[in-house]
């Protein structure tokens, strides 16, 4: 089984930048296709990023194109969302995913409980 656990969330300033990581505490990631999605307030969840399990693809949302950056360390299990030039509509609640398969659309096997991300303007 595997459990996402994020961390990483917090207050900040637009502009600013902050990073996000997930975490497995049990089986390695290192197979897994891993993504983010984040939610905000009364609307869906939506994709942000995705990678693939050797880290040598990525893709990202429109949105977040040019601005965030995911990454991985499979040696440390930690999948990472570096934010940047953050906005006010970047507040959500950012979920890490895992996948068996990557792929777009990316459909995820197995999610984390989110961490709050909170931009002020």
């Known amino acids: 089984q595997v459990q996402l656990v994020e961390s990483g969330g917090g207050l900040v300033q637009a502009g600013g930048s902050l990073s996000v990581s997930c975490v497995s505490s049990?089986?390695?990631?290192?197979?897994?296709?891993m993504g983010w999605f984040r939610q905000a307030p009364g609307k869906e969840r939506k994709f942000v990023a995705s990678i693939n399990s050797s880290g040598g693809n990525t893709a990202y949302a429109d949105s977040v194109k040019g601005r965030f950056t995911i990454s991985r360390d499979n040696a440390k299990n930690t999948v990472y969302l570096q934010m940047n030039s953050l906005k006010a509509e970047d507040t959500a609640v950012y979920y890490c995913?895992?996948?068996?398969?990557?792929?777009?659309?990316?459909?995820?096997?197995?999610w984390g409980k989110g961490t709050l991300v909170t931009v002020s303007s």
């Open positions: 049990g089986r390695s990631l290192s197979n897994y296709a």
């Open positions: 995913a895992a996948a068996y398969l990557y792929g777009h659309p990316f459909i995820p096997n197995y």
